[in-house]
Nanobody, 125 residues
Framework: QVQLVESGGGVVQAGGSLRLSCVAS????????MGWVRQAPGKAREVVAA????????YSPDSVKDRFTISRDNAKNTVYLQMNSLNPDDTAVYYC??????????????????WGQGTQVTVSS
């Protein structure tokens, strides 16, 4: 069982940056695919970034590509999401999530097995 704890959310002005962190428990973190999934009020969950076990493969949708960067440090059991050029449409609860396999399924918000409690990101205009 993997337990995930996010941190780093907050309130930021449009154009600003935030870095989210997610620390995982257990000794198998380095074998998991990690993702960041967000959910805004009244909207469906959306995967904004995913990374494979080694960090050699990443995914992000066009809506955040070139603004959001996912990375991981397996020695620290931590995955990061660097968010730049934030705009009010990025306001959401951001969740860290994990799954076993790297496949097209990483693009699906419902395809992850373990979830953190979420951290709120609010971007003011």
């Amino acid at each position: 069982q993997v337990q995930l704890v996010e941190s780093g959310g907050g309130v930021v002005q449009a154009g600003g940056s935030l870095r989210l962190s997610c620390v995982a428990s257990g000794r198998t973190f380095s074998t998991y695919v990690m993702g960041w999934v967000r959910q805004a009020p009244g909207k469906a969950r959306e995967v904004v970034a995913a990374i494979n076990w080694s960090g050699g493969n990443t995914y992000s949708p066009d809506s955040v590509k070139d603004r959001f960067t996912i990375s991981r440090d397996n020695a620290k059991n931590t995955v990061y999401l660097q968010m730049n050029s934030l705009n009010p449409d990025d306001t959401a609860v951001y969740y860290c999530a994990s799954r076993r396999d790297w496949s097209p399924a990483v693009m699906g918000a419902n395809e992850y097995d373990h979830w953190g409690q979420g951290t709120q990101v609010t971007v003011s205009s």
